[in-house]
Each structure stands twice: as C-alpha cells, then as structure tokens.
C-alpha cells in the first residue's frame, strides 16, 4: 500500500483521485464503456493508499461517472438517451420513442393545487385557480433518467387530471383535452446540484450535477397550459442538435 505524501494540500485526498479520473474521461484519454484503472493501479500512479482511491472512485460512482461489475471491473458510464435541439418540439416521451429508447414513466405525485401568484402568472389564470400539479420519473433499463414536475391549466385542458400519465405522454393529453394542438414552447437550461431529494429520485448523489430545464408550452393559439422542470442527471443525458452555416 503506498504512503500518503507528506506534501499534500488540505483538500481532501480523495478529491485528487475524482480530479484526475474525471479529467482523463473528459479529455476522452479513457472512453466510454472502457475500464478504467484497477484500483491497485490507481494507488500507484498517484501515490495514494488504496483507501483513499476506493472511497475516490466511490464518489464517481455516485454521481454516475462510473459503473462497477463485479469481477470486471469499473468502467465509463454511456449516457443512456440523448435531447435533440431542433426547431421540431418534441416531448421527451416522444423523444425517445424516435430513438428507439424502451423507457417506463413513474407518477410520484398527481394532485390538485390552487395556483400561487408566480404559477397563475406563467399558466395566465387566475391566483388561486386549481391547477394540476404532477411529478415523474423516466427510467430506462432501470435506470432513472429524468425527473419532471409541471404544472398543468386545467382551464385550458378539462379532464386532464383523469389521465393516466403512466400510461400516455402529457403532451397527448394536453392535446386530447384541449381539442387543440402543441404550439410551441420556451426553454431555459441551468446548471444545478441535485439535492438530496432529487439525488434520490434520480439515484445520483446529492452533490451530482444536472441539468435542470425550464420549459413553458403552449397551445398554438398560444395559450399557456404547462409550465414546469426537467431535471436531467449531467452523466446520462447528452443534448444534442445541428447547426448548418
């Protein structure tokens, strides 16, 4: 076991280990679906204990870096779904539906609210109006891939509190109940911490990045009827899109 150099700054050490993992992967010197370095290999290229390495290459595999197999190894995590950016609005249902992508939707919450000042400004009803407050998560093969929670205008769309989300896409719904079809939307993409209640719907540690996106969408005679965040571990969700010059 090697020694801990004397040298060393406050951080803590293991941080050293996250550091330089993170850095090879993102400088794509280890790729995806590749092992990386046995833990044995690791104390030795950086002169830690393999204490400090384990609890290291833990916290990556916390935040969904990396996967352990036992007898295999630990290798680089591959981001299970992909969010196109074109000008085509699609749901994330939809989305992955046209990638191919087996996904199951889990309601955590589905339930009646009376709209606050800031929720009836971006629905446009009325301060106390009831609205319908929902929240799920999306896995695939098992894995949670998102976390979404929107609030619904019901004014808009009468019944939609009787669908079953588990089983049809919101945006079916919303066109289903409101007689009228998707218009369009506006999104804002933020960098965030998961938190621990996000981190444990997501199964991502606490201190894990994600992307949270806040979208509004409404109808094409542009009325608001959802208005809500995705929030979207950073290590398995890739946005992507193309650009022509």
């Not at 801990?4 to 790729?31: C, M, N």
């Not at 680089?76 to 699609?90: C, E, N």
């Not at 009325?126 to 093969?141: D, H, I, K, N, Q």
């Amino acid at each position: 076991m090697s020694e801990e150099p004397q040298h060393t700054s406050d951080r803590k050490l293991h941080a050293q280990v996250t550091d330089f993992v993170r850095e090879k992967i993102y400088a794509r010197e280890w790729g995806v679906n590749e092992p990386i370095p046995s833990e044995h290999e690791l104390s030795e290229m950086l002169g830690l204990s393999r204490g400090t390495v384990k609890r290291g290459v833990r916290t990556l595999v916390d935040e969904g870096l990396l996967e352990q197999h036992r007898g295999r190894g630990t290798f680089v995590t591959q981001p299970v779904m992909a969010r196109p950016t074109s000008g085509h609005l699609l749901s994330f249902a939809e989305s992955m539906g046209e990638q191919g992508i087996e996904h199951k939707t889990r309601v955590i919450t589905q339930e009646l609210r009376a709209a606050s000042g800031h929720c009836a400004e971006r629905l446009d009803i009325a301060p106390g109006s009831t609205y319908l407050y929902l929240e799920r998560v999306r896995s695939v093969e098992g894995e949670p891939v998102m976390y979404i929670e929107s609030h619904l205008n019901l004014d808009a769309c009468p019944g939609l509190e009787q669908a079953d989300f588990e089983q049809e896409s919101v945006f079916r719904v919303i066109e289903r109940t409101s007689g009228r079809g998707i218009g369009g939307s506006e999104v804002a993409y933020s960098a965030r911490v998961a938190g621990r209640r996000r981190g444990g719907l997501l199964s991502c540690d606490e201190h894990a990045p994600v992307l949270q996106m806040e979208q509004l969408v409404h109808l094409d005679d542009c009325t608001p009827v959802e208005w809500g965040s995705v929030w979207l571990p950073a290590n398995r969700c890739v946005i992507k899109g193309e650009a022509i010059r």
